[in-house]
Protein backbone atom coordinates (compact mmCIF):
# COMPACT_ATOMS: atom_id res chain seq x y z
CA UNK A 1 0.00 0.00 0.00
CA UNK A 2 2.94 2.28 0.80
CA UNK A 3 4.41 1.00 -2.50
CA UNK A 4 1.01 2.15 -4.31
CA UNK A 5 0.92 5.86 -2.40
CA UNK A 6 4.31 6.70 -3.20
CA UNK A 7 3.40 5.56 -7.06
CA UNK A 8 0.81 8.06 -7.48
CA UNK A 9 2.72 11.05 -5.33
CA UNK A 10 5.07 10.69 -7.32
CA UNK A 11 2.76 10.94 -10.42
CA UNK A 12 1.26 13.77 -8.75
CA UNK A 13 3.94 15.73 -8.25
CA UNK A 14 5.29 15.07 -12.39
CA UNK A 15 2.32 15.65 -13.68
CA UNK A 16 1.93 18.62 -11.89
CA UNK A 17 5.30 19.46 -12.94
CA UNK A 18 4.29 19.20 -16.35
CA UNK A 19 1.59 21.38 -16.41
CA UNK A 20 3.07 24.33 -14.22
CA UNK A 21 3.94 26.89 -16.23
CA UNK A 22 6.09 30.34 -15.62
CA UNK A 23 3.83 32.92 -16.74
CA UNK A 24 6.23 36.15 -17.59
CA UNK A 25 3.44 39.76 -17.24
CA UNK A 26 4.34 42.86 -17.49
CA UNK A 27 2.04 46.05 -16.23
CA UNK A 28 2.29 49.48 -16.32
CA UNK A 29 1.72 51.85 -13.18
CA UNK A 30 -1.60 52.00 -12.81
CA UNK A 31 -2.25 48.06 -12.12
CA UNK A 32 1.18 47.57 -10.29
CA UNK A 33 0.14 47.82 -6.79
CA UNK A 34 -3.10 45.46 -7.24
CA UNK A 35 -1.31 42.58 -9.54
CA UNK A 36 1.75 42.49 -6.00
CA UNK A 37 -1.31 41.41 -4.34
CA UNK A 38 -2.97 39.37 -6.19
CA UNK A 39 -0.07 37.21 -7.17
CA UNK A 40 0.67 35.18 -4.49
CA UNK A 41 -3.32 34.63 -4.15
CA UNK A 42 -3.59 33.22 -7.52
CA UNK A 43 -0.16 31.17 -7.04
CA UNK A 44 -2.41 30.09 -4.06
CA UNK A 45 -4.79 27.83 -6.08
CA UNK A 46 -2.72 27.69 -9.25
CA UNK A 47 0.37 25.54 -9.92
CA UNK A 48 1.43 28.48 -12.21
CA UNK A 49 4.97 31.19 -11.17
CA UNK A 50 3.94 34.35 -12.40
CA UNK A 51 7.05 36.63 -13.13
CA UNK A 52 6.27 39.99 -13.14
CA UNK A 53 8.23 43.13 -15.04
CA UNK A 54 7.12 47.19 -15.12
CA UNK A 55 7.05 50.31 -17.27
CA UNK A 56 4.43 52.39 -18.82
CA UNK A 57 2.06 52.26 -20.94
CA UNK A 58 3.45 54.53 -23.78
CA UNK A 59 6.75 56.94 -24.22
CA UNK A 60 10.16 56.39 -25.20
CA UNK A 61 11.73 55.99 -21.84
CA UNK A 62 13.75 52.98 -21.79
CA UNK A 63 11.85 50.90 -19.01
CA UNK A 64 8.35 51.59 -21.02
CA UNK A 65 6.54 48.95 -22.68
CA UNK A 66 6.95 49.78 -26.02
CA UNK A 67 10.38 50.44 -25.31
CA UNK A 68 11.21 46.40 -24.07
CA UNK A 69 8.89 45.29 -26.82
CA UNK A 70 11.35 47.00 -29.30
CA UNK A 71 13.97 45.41 -27.77
CA UNK A 72 12.39 41.95 -28.29
CA UNK A 73 12.09 41.20 -24.21
CA UNK A 74 9.86 38.33 -24.32
CA UNK A 75 6.44 38.03 -22.21
CA UNK A 76 3.49 36.53 -22.11
CA UNK A 77 0.76 38.77 -20.98
CA UNK A 78 0.88 42.51 -21.17
CA UNK A 79 -1.31 44.68 -18.80
CA UNK A 80 -1.49 48.46 -19.71
CA UNK A 81 -4.01 51.24 -20.55
CA UNK A 82 -6.43 49.60 -23.44
CA UNK A 83 -5.89 52.18 -26.54
CA UNK A 84 -2.20 51.09 -25.63
CA UNK A 85 -2.98 47.44 -26.00
CA UNK A 86 -4.76 48.17 -28.81
CA UNK A 87 -2.11 49.18 -30.44
CA UNK A 88 -0.09 46.42 -30.44
CA UNK A 89 -2.86 44.30 -31.29
CA UNK A 90 -2.68 46.38 -34.45
CA UNK A 91 1.31 46.19 -34.94
CA UNK A 92 0.90 42.44 -34.29
CA UNK A 93 2.64 41.72 -30.58
CA UNK A 94 -0.85 40.98 -29.58
CA UNK A 95 -3.06 38.32 -30.45
CA UNK A 96 -6.69 39.89 -31.85
CA UNK A 97 -9.17 38.34 -29.94
CA UNK A 98 -7.24 38.08 -26.49
CA UNK A 99 -8.19 41.42 -24.67
CA UNK A 100 -9.85 41.49 -21.74
CA UNK A 101 -10.64 44.54 -19.95
CA UNK A 102 -10.14 44.32 -16.08
CA UNK A 103 -10.11 47.85 -14.54
CA UNK A 104 -11.32 51.50 -14.52
CA UNK A 105 -8.71 53.63 -13.28
CA UNK A 106 -9.17 57.24 -12.08
CA UNK A 107 -7.11 60.43 -11.81
CA UNK A 108 -6.15 62.08 -8.62
CA UNK A 109 -3.76 64.69 -6.74
CA UNK A 110 -1.20 64.26 -3.88
CA UNK A 111 0.58 66.96 -2.18
CA UNK A 112 3.88 66.51 0.40
CA UNK A 113 2.91 64.76 3.48
CA UNK A 114 1.78 67.90 5.76
CA UNK A 115 1.40 69.97 3.38
CA UNK A 116 -1.57 72.29 2.85
CA UNK A 117 -4.30 70.48 0.56
CA UNK A 118 -5.59 72.33 -2.22
CA UNK A 119 -9.01 71.72 -2.86
CA UNK A 120 -10.01 70.57 -6.36
CA UNK A 121 -13.60 69.15 -6.16
CA UNK A 122 -14.39 71.58 -8.66
CA UNK A 123 -13.49 73.07 -12.05
CA UNK A 124 -12.65 76.53 -10.29
CA UNK A 125 -10.52 74.24 -7.44
CA UNK A 126 -8.53 72.64 -9.62
CA UNK A 127 -7.50 75.42 -11.77
CA UNK A 128 -6.33 77.76 -8.61
CA UNK A 129 -4.28 74.44 -7.16
CA UNK A 130 -2.64 74.34 -10.72
CA UNK A 131 -1.91 78.22 -11.20
CA UNK A 132 -0.67 78.85 -7.37
CA UNK A 133 1.60 75.92 -7.24
CA UNK A 134 4.99 76.44 -7.54
CA UNK A 135 5.63 73.38 -9.41
CA UNK A 136 3.94 70.68 -10.42
CA UNK A 137 4.64 66.87 -11.66
CA UNK A 138 2.61 64.54 -13.75
CA UNK A 139 3.03 60.81 -15.44
CA UNK A 140 4.70 60.63 -18.41
CA UNK A 141 2.08 57.79 -18.99
CA UNK A 142 -1.47 57.94 -19.94
CA UNK A 143 -2.57 60.23 -17.65
CA UNK A 144 0.05 62.65 -18.22
CA UNK A 145 -0.39 63.12 -21.91
CA UNK A 146 -4.32 63.97 -21.42
CA UNK A 147 -3.49 66.47 -18.92
CA UNK A 148 -0.48 67.96 -21.17
CA UNK A 149 -2.48 67.82 -24.43
CA UNK A 150 -6.52 68.24 -23.71
CA UNK A 151 -6.83 69.30 -20.15
CA UNK A 152 -4.42 71.78 -19.61
CA UNK A 153 -5.66 73.96 -23.17
CA UNK A 154 -9.19 73.24 -22.19
CA UNK A 155 -9.04 74.84 -18.88
CA UNK A 156 -6.92 77.74 -21.22
CA UNK A 157 -3.48 77.22 -18.72
CA UNK A 158 -1.42 75.69 -21.16
CA UNK A 159 1.29 78.42 -21.27
CA UNK A 160 1.42 79.11 -17.39
CA UNK A 161 1.94 74.90 -17.29
CA UNK A 162 4.92 75.11 -19.55
CA UNK A 163 6.73 77.02 -16.78
CA UNK A 164 5.99 75.37 -13.74
CA UNK A 165 5.01 71.27 -14.87
CA UNK A 166 7.51 68.87 -16.22
CA UNK A 167 6.73 65.11 -17.10
CA UNK A 168 8.32 62.50 -15.01
CA UNK A 169 9.93 59.40 -16.10
CA UNK A 170 10.57 55.92 -14.84
CA UNK A 171 9.20 56.73 -11.96
CA UNK A 172 5.65 57.45 -9.58
CA UNK A 173 5.00 60.70 -9.27
CA UNK A 174 4.10 60.89 -5.62
CA UNK A 175 7.72 59.94 -5.15
CA UNK A 176 8.68 63.03 -6.68
CA UNK A 177 5.87 65.03 -4.66
CA UNK A 178 7.41 63.19 -1.69
CA UNK A 179 11.00 64.18 -1.88
CA UNK A 180 10.12 67.71 -2.58
CA UNK A 181 10.69 68.30 -5.79
CA UNK A 182 7.20 69.21 -7.04
CA UNK A 183 4.34 70.69 -4.85
CA UNK A 184 1.54 69.29 -6.84
CA UNK A 185 1.37 65.85 -8.26
CA UNK A 186 -1.63 64.41 -10.49
CA UNK A 187 -1.42 60.28 -11.55
CA UNK A 188 -3.33 57.45 -11.43
CA UNK A 189 -5.32 57.02 -7.99
CA UNK A 190 -4.35 53.88 -7.51
CA UNK A 191 -0.25 54.95 -8.56
CA UNK A 192 -0.35 57.83 -6.07
CA UNK A 193 -1.93 56.17 -3.17
CA UNK A 194 0.73 53.38 -2.35
CA UNK A 195 3.56 56.28 -1.87
CA UNK A 196 4.48 57.06 1.53
CA UNK A 197 5.27 60.75 2.23
CA UNK A 198 2.40 62.11 0.32
CA UNK A 199 -1.36 63.01 1.38
CA UNK A 200 -3.58 62.08 -1.31
CA UNK A 201 -6.06 65.37 -1.93
CA UNK A 202 -8.53 63.36 -3.99
CA UNK A 203 -9.95 62.54 -7.30
CA UNK A 204 -10.05 65.31 -10.38
CA UNK A 205 -13.42 66.68 -10.59
CA UNK A 206 -15.93 65.08 -12.72
CA UNK A 207 -15.77 67.35 -15.89
CA UNK A 208 -11.83 67.39 -16.11
CA UNK A 209 -11.55 63.40 -14.75
CA UNK A 210 -10.66 60.99 -17.40
CA UNK A 211 -11.37 57.16 -16.85
CA UNK A 212 -8.88 54.99 -18.53
CA UNK A 213 -9.55 50.90 -19.05
CA UNK A 214 -6.44 48.83 -18.33
CA UNK A 215 -6.76 45.57 -20.02
CA UNK A 216 -4.74 42.22 -20.28
CA UNK A 217 -3.36 40.93 -23.60
CA UNK A 218 -1.75 37.46 -24.58
CA UNK A 219 1.25 38.36 -26.70
CA UNK A 220 1.96 36.74 -30.21
CA UNK A 221 4.81 34.59 -29.10
CA UNK A 222 3.56 33.47 -25.51
CA UNK A 223 4.77 30.52 -24.04
CA UNK A 224 2.09 28.87 -22.59
CA UNK A 225 -1.48 29.67 -23.59
CA UNK A 226 -3.28 27.95 -21.65
CA UNK A 227 -1.50 29.39 -18.81
CA UNK A 228 -1.78 33.14 -19.59
CA UNK A 229 -5.63 32.82 -19.85
CA UNK A 230 -6.11 31.69 -16.78
CA UNK A 231 -4.19 34.08 -15.21
CA UNK A 232 -6.07 36.81 -17.07
CA UNK A 233 -9.52 34.83 -15.85
CA UNK A 234 -8.61 35.12 -12.35
CA UNK A 235 -7.25 38.98 -12.88
CA UNK A 236 -10.96 39.63 -14.37
CA UNK A 237 -13.00 37.21 -11.06
CA UNK A 238 -14.98 38.05 -8.56
CA UNK A 239 -12.59 36.93 -6.76
CA UNK A 240 -9.68 39.71 -7.35
CA UNK A 241 -12.31 42.13 -7.08
CA UNK A 242 -12.16 43.18 -3.35
CA UNK A 243 -7.98 43.46 -3.79
CA UNK A 244 -8.66 45.72 -6.76
CA UNK A 245 -11.03 48.01 -5.04
CA UNK A 246 -8.70 48.30 -2.22
CA UNK A 247 -5.56 49.83 -4.42
CA UNK A 248 -7.86 52.35 -5.61
CA UNK A 249 -8.95 50.78 -8.88
CA UNK A 250 -12.48 50.13 -9.94
CA UNK A 251 -12.64 46.52 -11.16
CA UNK A 252 -14.35 45.68 -14.58
CA UNK A 253 -16.49 42.35 -13.85
CA UNK A 254 -18.18 40.35 -16.62
CA UNK A 255 -21.70 40.54 -17.28
Do not use: C
Amino acid sequence: MKTFLALVASVFLATSALVAADIHVITSGAFAEALKSLVPEYEKQSPNKVIISYGSSMGKAPDSIPSRLARDEKFDVLILASPSLEDFVKSGAVQPGTRVDLVASVMGAVVKAGAPKPDISTMAGLKSALLNAKSVAYSASASGVYLSTELFPKMGISEQMDKTARKIYSERVASVVARGEAELGFQQVSELIPIPGVDFIGELPPEAQKTVLFSAGITSNVSNLNASRDLIAFLASPKAAPTIQKAGLKPVLPW
